[in-house]
Every structure is written in structure tokens, then in C-alpha cells.
């Protein structure tokens, strides 16, 4: 083994599987074989990002003994690497172009080109990680004294032994990295999410359990939620709700839908505390913008919470109007743009750079769909997402092991089914 420079690290990922799509027949993944059939995960840019925020540096390391075989076209491999590296945001990439039945010790399960990668770029494997779908990635990792991560895409194959993780895709993968970093070690139980949690919700018994819970990082509500849970005197519960939530920031919205009267809301509402945001949508229901009102209420000290933001341009515009003020929070409603049936990923490691550069604004996730969510905007960088009750109890299950939920789900299927007297 190469010697390693202490303090220079790397996560090495695998390419088709991680970074782009593979090419799955019967179940087994092939590797594409053309330009049209290379095609980038969406969130392989804002993940190999997120991982050069943290200090590493991401190189691919892959086989692709097609080359060996005839059946790919190294002109046409070295075109895939180019978009990769322009889309995906990879340092570098080291290629096996050999066959199985070629001794080369560069082909995975070998450590080869770990080691290699290792040598050029003077890296410290025992600080790294590698991250695959296939049990040859798993294994080179293991042989290069790296630590493992497993992305389990259901392959009808040999199963990796031995990973220090299972997880769903690249976003949870990152998360798994960010929370284990220098520490050693990721304890589930601990829940530590590497972002902000806020409860979303207006069940005002469900808050104050909620209240107890360290993880529960600030609290979030509108009037939809509040009117779903039979509020009937809103200024009545916020304060309710402000008696147990301490210091932790909450939200309120504003009521009007005239910029006069948001005004008048908006600074009653900050009074209730000084941890407490105001809510103010991102337009008025005639499509207005609101960024005037955001700016001059930012300017006279107010923390904002700028809500229903769907685009980038909204981002930006407020994000502008914020820039005087203090500490405020923009709202991208990600799970929104989903059920249009867009990626949100892309649109909201884009919010992440608006918002980067302001210290005073945070990047909040808005509507979450699943707990997938809550590893890809901590993946890219959002500071803050919403959870709503009902799902905060999956947070629970962040990194378990696929196997046991396997089996779980199996003996609830028996359990019900005999609970049901059902007979054949």
C-alpha cells in the first residue's frame, strides 16, 4: 500500500449504479454502452458537491471490461467520462477496461486502482470511503482499508459482506459520511441528521411532546394545518405553543391578503417572542410579489419565514430583500415540485448557492414526501427541513438494515393475515 498523507481524503464511488443509471436486464446491471444509454442520477452533482464542502475529494473508480470485450468503444468511454466529470463535479476517474479473466490487479474486487488513485493524488485510504452497488466495490474498499458503503439496488446477484452501511441511493450515502466524518462511528439511535429538523404541524399535544425531544430543532405551522386541527383562536395557540417550545425558533403566518394589513399582522405576530418568525408568502394570491414588504419589514428587524417558493427566480428576489435584515428563513416547497413530477434535487442545490453567500438566510425544505428527503437536502446543503408529525416517527428508521426491514414486513403480512382469518 501506497503511504498515505494524513488529513487528505476521498470518497471513491462506483459510476453505473451510483453516479449514472445502469443498464438492468433480468435484474443483472450491465454497463451502458453508448452516449445515448450513459444517463446522470440527478443527484450526483449536488452529492459529489456536498462532498467537496465536507473536504473530500471524489474520484470514480469503475470496471469496464467491455473495453476488453469489443463491445464499448474507448473513444466513446472517454466521452462518458467527460460529461461525467463536467455534470457529475468528480475530481478525477480511474477506469478497469479489462476482462474477468484478465490478472491486471487493477479490477475490482483488487484494490488496484484505489491504491493507485491513492498514490497520484497522495490520499489517506483509513480516511476514506468508497461507496458501490456491487459487492466488488464493497470488497475493494475493504482490501484498501477503506470504509464501505453499500447502495442496494435489488440486483439478482452476489450480496456484499461486510459494508459499514446500507443505504437507498448517493443522498443517503453522503448523509451517512457527513454524520460519521472524523467520529468513527454513526449512531442511529443518536439521530443526528446533519440538518436542522422543524416539526411541522398544529396538533398542539403532539408539539409539546415534541418540545422534549433535543433533535426537534424549531417548529413550523400554518393555517391549513391549524384548521385540519380544529384551532379556533389563533393568537390563543400560538401562545400555548410558545409556552413550551422555549427558545427554539417557531413560525406563524400572516392571515391577509393585502400588503397593508400582512404588515400589520406581521409585526403584531413578532411580538409574541423574539424567537418567533413570521411567515410571509412569497406572493399575495393575485401572483404579487411580496419582496417590497419582505425588505422593509427585514429592514425594521423582523425574522422572516418567506413561504410557498416554487422557483429559483422567487429564491433569488427574496433572497436579495432579505440581505439587510436579520436572520430569516426562505421556504422552497420541494415537495411541492415533486408531485408536478419534476426532480426537485437539481432545483434545490441551485436555491443552496443563491442562498449560500447570505449569511443572515437559511435554505429550508418544505414538504417532504418521505424520509429520503430529509438525506437529500442534507446531502446538498439545505440548513433546515420541515417534517410533518405523521412522518416524524420514520426519522427512526434513517440507515436500518435492509435485511431486518425484509423480514419485518414479511412477518406483518403473516401476522395480519391470520388476524384476518383469511383461508385458501
Known sequence: MPPD?????????????VLSFPV????????????????????????????????????????????????????????????LSRQAHVDAVYVCPHDDDDACGCRKPAPGLL??????????????FVVGERWRDV????????????????YCERAPEGADAVVSGLAEAVLWIENVGDNGGWSVAERRYAIKIFADGADLEGIVELARDPDIAGFTTNPTLMRKAGVDDYEGFAHKVLDHTGDRPVSFEVLSDEFDEMRRQALRIASWGTNVFV????????????????????????????????????VRRIVEALTPGPGSIVSVFAGRIADTGRDPVPLMADAVELVGPHSNVELLWASPREILNVCQAASIGCDIITVTHD??????????????????????????????????
Request: glycine share 8%; hydrophobic share 40%.
Open 139 to 154: 470488497e475493494a474498499g475493504r482490501r484498501a482499508g477503506c470504509r464501505t458503503v453499500h447502495v442496494e439496488r435489488g
Open 391 to 424: 412522518l416524524l416517527p420514520k426519522l427512526k428508521g434513517l440507515g436500518r438494515d435492509l435485511e431486518e426491514v425484509s423480514l419485518e414486513t414479511i412477518k406483518m403480512f403473516h401476522r395480519d393475515a391470520e388476524a384476518a382469518g383469511y383461508v385458501l
Open 279 to 314: 411567515k410571509i408568502p412569497v406572493t399575495d394570491t393575485r401572483g404579487h410579489s411580496s419582496a417590497a414588504l419582505v425588505e422593509e419589514l427585514s429592514r425594521s428587524g423582523l425574522r422572516l419565514n418567506v413561504t410557498g417558493i416554487l422557483t429559483l427566480e422567487q
Open 24 to 83: 438492468v436486464r433480468e435484474g443483472i446491471p450491465l454497463a451502458p454502452s453508448s452516449m445515448d444509454e450513459f444517463a446522470i442520477y440527478p443527484e450526483a452533482a449536488p452529492c459529489c458537491d456536498r462532498l467537496h464542502q465536507l473536504g473530500y475529494e471524489v474520484v470514480v473508480v469503475t470496471n469496464q471490461p467491455d473495453v476488453a470485450r469489443g463491445v464499448l468503444d474507448p473513444a466513446v468511454l472517454e466521452k462518458m467520462h467527460e460529461r
Open 5 to 17: 498523507s494524513p488529513g487528505r481524503r476521498a470518497v471513491f464511488l462506483d459510476r453505473d449504479g
Open 115 to 128: 491504491l493507485k488513485a491513492a498514490a497520484d493524488l497522495h490520499l489517506d485510504l483509513r480516511a476514506s
